[in-house]
């Protein structure tokens, strides 16, 4: 069985300061890892995604995250946010027939 | 672009009621998805599916059903709603080359759903 857990359900920062939302997953096969951001009142839409190759992945919006398989984690960082950055992030693991998501962290970046 | 839509952005309801929720994809996807997103729990997978007139539980499927007749739509059905049904639901699509995993799924919009 694959499972995602998302350390942080709420990270507040200031804009242009630094990020990093933390992924831990856990999973018998291979996998596939996935960042989505979800913005008030929409749908999710695709970040970053690993598959294979490069451990560090780079994403739309300045976003990338780093595959660390013995850690088994996937974190999602940003050098610097914005205040448009404001939105819950969700990370998503596949490896059998679906993909499982997280329980997502929203993320407030403030003036 | 990859278009997912979704008959209802919201949608009210009242208990006992069918409620039928349909998802539509343009990029002729093989795999459709239906999940349920409530605060604090991220999304549950309802039901999928791989093919016409295919479909298999996800991981919370009690209460629901679902319907694929076209390639291209994917319908969520209530069968008689229940308060605890309200919820917004997501509907994605992905493409099915290269086996099922692997591949982005693309998600619509939404419906918020409130049954009183």
């Known amino acids: 069985a694959q499972s995602v857990t998302q350390l942080d359900s709420q990270v507040p920062v200031f804009e242009e300061a630094p990020v990093e939302l933390r992924c831990n997953y856990s999973s018998s096969v291979s996998v596939y890892l996935f960042w989505y951001v979800q913005y008030p009142n929409q749908g999710l839409q695709l970040l970053l995604k690993y598959l294979s190759g490069s451990t560090l992945v780079k994403g739309i919006n300045g976003f990338e995250a780093e595959f660390n398989k013995s850690q088994t984690s996937f974190h999602l960082r940003k050098p610097s946010v914005h205040i448009s950055d404001t939105a819950e992030y969700f990370c998503?693991?596949?490896?059998?027939?679906?993909?499982?998501f997280g329980k997502g962290t929203k993320l407030t970046v403030n003036p | 672009d990859v278009k997912v839509t979704q008959s209802s952005r919201y949608l009210v309801k009242r208990t006992g009621e069918k409620v039928f929720l349909e998802c539509v994809q343009d990029m002729d996807h093989e795999n459709m998805f239906w999940y349920r997103q409530d605060p604090g729990l991220g999304l549950r997978l309802i039901y999928f599916?791989?093919?016409?007139?295919?479909?298999e539980k996800g991981d919370i499927p009690e209460g629901y059903s679902v319907s694929r007749e076209k390639k291209e739509r994917f319908s969520l059905i209530l069968e008689s709603a229940s308060t605890n049904q309200t919820s917004m639901y997501l509907c994605a699509s992905s493409s099915g080359t290269s086996g099922r995993v692997g591949n982005e799924q693309f998600f619509g919009p939404g419906t918020r759903l409130t049954v009183l």
């Open positions: 599916s791989y093919d016409v007139k295919m479909k």
């Open positions: 998503a693991v596949g490896g059998s027939e679906k993909l499982v």
